[in-house]
């Protein structure tokens, strides 16, 4: 198996992919995000995968009202998963998962849309906590160079 060194979690994401293949081989195209997180959540239970779903993330701000972010998984307490069944994934799907990580402090993300004839898994970055962890490197680096 062929590894990428810049994929957080790598054999994680690996087993999540091959679950989401199954769930989407074994439901098809046209169910709803409920029916396929049920059948998804078996499978996490069958593979003994440490999940939490439908979590309500906890308030980020002074003044956020309860019930902002929910996830529909968090795999591992590691990976945000988030199911979709629409045409496309937008630029809102990608901001609603940078808000679900910045607001739980989780480093990677997964969205996932069954509508399509081939799923297609969506990988996103905490934008915040990359570019904090590449601006302390480089003040590092330029620490060195003294």
């Not at 046209?30 to 999940?51: G, M, P, T």
């Not at 302390?136 to 330029?142: A, F, P, R, V």
């Amino acid at each position: 198996m062929l590894k990428n060194k810049n994929i957080l979690y790598p054999e994680l994401s690996y087993k999540l992919n091959n679950l989401f293949y199954k769930t989407h081989n074994k439901l098809g195209r046209y169910r709803n995000e409920k029916q396929y997180a049920d059948y998804f959540e078996l499978l996490l239970k069958k593979n003994e995968l440490i999940y939490e779903r439908e979590l309500e993330l906890l308030i980020s701000f002074d003044g956020e009202k309860k019930r902002r972010n929910i996830v529909d998984f968090i795999i591992e307490d590691k990976i945000i998963i988030d199911f979709k069944t629409k045409t496309l994934i937008t630029k809102e799907d990608y901001f609603q998962m940078q808000r679900y990580l910045i607001s739980s402090g989780k480093e990677s993300g997964i969205i996932i849309n069954f509508r399509q004839k081939s799923i297609k898994p969506k990988r996103v970055l905490n934008v915040k906590l990359y570019n904090e962890k590449n601006n302390s490197n480089s003040e590092h680096s330029d620490d060195n160079s003294d």
